[in-house]
């Protein structure tokens, strides 16, 4: 592990922080996995500290965020299923009201440029206003929650140990649930341990890694099984939700129908899949990039090779696949209690 501190010099030696009202705050190394691209957040305007990751935990599950005060950060990412909606195709808001996306899972933000299915933010600090915000998720503004913070048991000392100026304020709200999402790193599988030399792969999984690095890596590629890219893998858009992706946060009709490449980390436990959870497996997903690509103009060149569209497998090499997609399912990850609701 690569551990890299976050305070001033003088900090990391003291170790600890003290505000104008005498609370002490431990500062935090955040251990990044050898094998894992460099952290992108800037975490010397956001330094890690205990006092302030444990306050973004208590805001991650706490429904006031939303205008109901029943639904939580935690509510459509659950811990057991890489914080994603299991067995939901949309999020869920207040009222029950319905989304038009597939909940994205929260793991390795830390290493991110861009955040939500259509990349509508590339800062993490402000990635929870989108779902506050949005009617049929919480339905809230940034307003209403600090308010409503100010009033709830506790909170006015928990910010005060969080931050130097102890302020009950948007800016050190998103700056703690921040500090929250940056730790919550997946790197336990048993994909990890096999690149560290520590266990090896089965026959059939080693063959899934070999036809994985073949077929699927030009896209799922480094340490955190995506590039990062928008592209449209051929799916037949849906005419009832006529969502074209990050075409509409960029207006290029270039970018029309393209989403971002998700990560695979924890793909056994995050179904359904896709932007819009049309496929209910993984056995789904590879059937369709072997026979339902469709063709258009914003098509990813990589899924049409000389008219020949799709990525092509046999039954076998899907099972084989599979296979491999199961050994970067990170169990550490989904049950570590620090990301956990207490």
Not at 119 to 130: C, E, K, M, N, Q
Not at 150 to 157: L, R
Not at 176 to 200: G, P, R, W
């Amino acid at each position: 592990m690569k551990k890299i501190s976050f305070f001033l010099t003088l900090l990391a030696v003291v170790g600890c922080q003290n505000n104008d009202d005498g609370y002490t705050n431990v500062s935090v190394e955040l251990e990044v996995p050898a094998h894992f691209p460099e952290v992108t957040y800037n975490l010397t305007n956001n330094p890690l500290t205990e006092n302030g990751i444990e306050l973004g935990r208590k805001l991650f599950y706490d429904g006031a965020v939303s205008s109901t005060g029943t639904i939580s950060c935690g509510s459509c990412h659950e811990q057991k299923y890489a914080f994603t909606h299991h067995g939901h195709t949309f999020s869920h808001g207040v009222n029950d009201l319905e989304g038009t996306r597939n909940t994205p899972p929260v793991q390795n933000m830390a290493f991110l440029e861009n955040f939500a299915w259509d990349g509508a933010t590339g800062h993490l600090d402000l990635f929870p206003v989108i779902p506050i915000t949005t009617e049929v998720e919480m339905d809230e503004t940034l307003e209403n929650v600090i308010e409503k913070l100010k009033n709830k048991s506790g909170y006015k000392k928990l910010f005060a140990e969080a931050f130097e100026d102890g302020e009950v304020n948007s800016e050190n709200f998103l700056l703690a649930l921040s500090q929250f999402m940056v730790t919550m790193i997946s790197a336990d599988a048993k994909y990890d341990k096999y690149i560290n030399k520590e266990v090896q792969l089965t026959e059939v999984e080693e063959q899934g890694l070999a036809l994985f690095e073949q077929k699927c890596a030009s896209c799922h590629a480094t340490a955190l099984f995506s590039d990062g890219s928008f592209r449209n893998n051929g799916l037949q858009p849906n005419p009832k939700l006529d969502d074209i992706g990050r075409g509409k946060v960029t207006g290029f009709v270039a970018d029309n129908y393209k989403f971002k490449v998700p990560s695979l980390r924890n793909i056994a436990v995050t179904a359904p899949y896709m932007h819009d959870g049309r496929f209910g497996s993984l056995e789904a997903v590879l059937a369709f990039y072997n026979e339902g690509v469709v063709d258009s103009e914003t098509l990813d060149p990589l899924l049409n090779n000389n008219g020949n569209l799709g990525i092509a497998t046999t039954e076998d090499e899907r099972v084989a696949i599979i296979a491999f997609l199961n050994t970067l399912t990170d169990n550490t990850f989904l049950t570590d209690e620090r990301f956990s609701e207490k």
